[in-house]
């Protein structure tokens, strides 16, 4: 169980912090050992805490923890590939490649380049499709709720609509 900040314990920052070991051994299970995926997962799981009470502390309302398990335990993961690669030998021939996977920490450091290139790749094409649908919804207008629902809480509002009775033309 994850002890917060405040002392209590957080079931919730329980299961984030396994969903993201999940998350983080996604791109490196085919190269890496058994022992490499256990600190790839222990590695997950202080990085969903951490950014966890960073984006509380910067005051970003993310309830379920979707960004630091699959953002930040997904680059993490990216990464893990070019540092824990071990060479095995099954991995030659993929994507190209002739010879087997090798991270940094197995002698090879091209991968780890090529794992960073593609964590900027994939954070400048996601970003700036994200600035561009959040910038035109904000531009329609739609981007908000009204703000009184916002202070009176976004359920109600939705249970009011749901519980009137539709209308019959």
Not at 52 to 81: M, Q, S
Not at 121 to 146: D, N, W
Request: hydrophobic share 50%.
């Amino acid at each position: 169980m994850v002890i917060r900040p405040s002392k209590k314990p957080d079931p919730g920052l329980s299961v984030n912090g396994v969903l993201a070991g999940l998350v983080a051994i996604t791109a490196p299970c085919a190269f890496v050992s058994p022992g490499a995926s256990v600190i790839i997962g222990l590695i997950a799981g202080v990085l969903v805490c951490l950014a966890t009470f960073g984006l509380e502390k910067i005051r970003i309302d993310d309830p379920v923890g979707a960004v630091p398990v699959h953002l930040v335990n997904g680059i993490w993961g990216i990464v893990a590939v070019g540092l824990f690669a071990n060479g095995n030998p099954a991995s030659a021939g993929w994507n190209g490649v002739t010879s087997p996977v090798t991270g940094l920490f197995y002698g090879g450091s091209g991968q780890l380049m090529a794992q960073l290139f593609t964590v900027g790749a994939i954070l400048v094409v996601a970003c700036g499709l994200s600035l561009a649908f959040f910038k035109a919804l904000s531009l329609l207008k739609i981007l908000r709720s009204e703000p009184h629902d916002e202070l009176v809480g976004l359920d109600i509002p939705e249970m009011v609509r749901q519980v009137t009775p539709m209308r019959i033309l």
